[in-house]
């Protein structure tokens, strides 16, 4: 008989560099998809001045819900690049960060 165990330590964090919220059920929010992500610590969105337009803490990934439907203040956006930070918790305790621009189509 033969043993084998398998373990995965890697992780990794899927992101589009573009969305398109024009209801179609189809990449209308932003949000972080993930593998080996035990929790998003932070994921913060800033217009090209820098001002925080979407902000949430300490959520599950994965879940397109807890992600960014591309308002401000309930008003629709348009095209225009934004920029996301990100925390994670990895599932090997380590934590990951990533800061990069994401454009929002119309």
Same mark, same amino acid.
């Given at each position: 008989? #033969?043993? %084998?165990?398998? *373990?995965?330590? @890697? ?5 589009? !560099?573009?969305?398109?919220? +024009? $209801?179609? !059920?189809? +990449?209308? $929010? ?6 080996? %992500?035990?929790? %998003? ?9 820098? +001002?925080?337009?979407? *902000? @949430?803490? !300490?959520?599950?990934? +994965?879940?397109?819900? #807890? ?8 008003? *629709?956006?348009?095209? @225009? ?6 925390? @994670?918790?990895?599932?090997?305790? *380590? ?8 454009? #929002?189509?119309?």
């Amino acid at each position: 008989s #033969l043993r %084998i165990s398998v *373990e995965f330590k @890697a992780s990794y964090l899927r992101m589009p !560099n573009a969305f398109t919220t +024009n $209801y179609d !059920n189809l +990449n209308d $929010y932003f949000y972080p998809l993930t593998v080996g %992500i035990q929790s %998003i610590l932070r994921f913060s969105i800033y217009d090209r001045f820098g +001002n925080l337009v979407f *902000e @949430a803490r !300490n959520f599950a990934p +994965n879940d397109k819900t #807890l992600g960014w439907d591309g308002r401000v203040r309930s008003t *629709e956006q348009p095209t @225009a690049v934004f920029v996301y930070y990100l925390e @994670a918790l990895c599932e090997s305790g *380590e934590k990951l960060y990533k800061k990069v621009s994401v454009v #929002l189509l119309k």
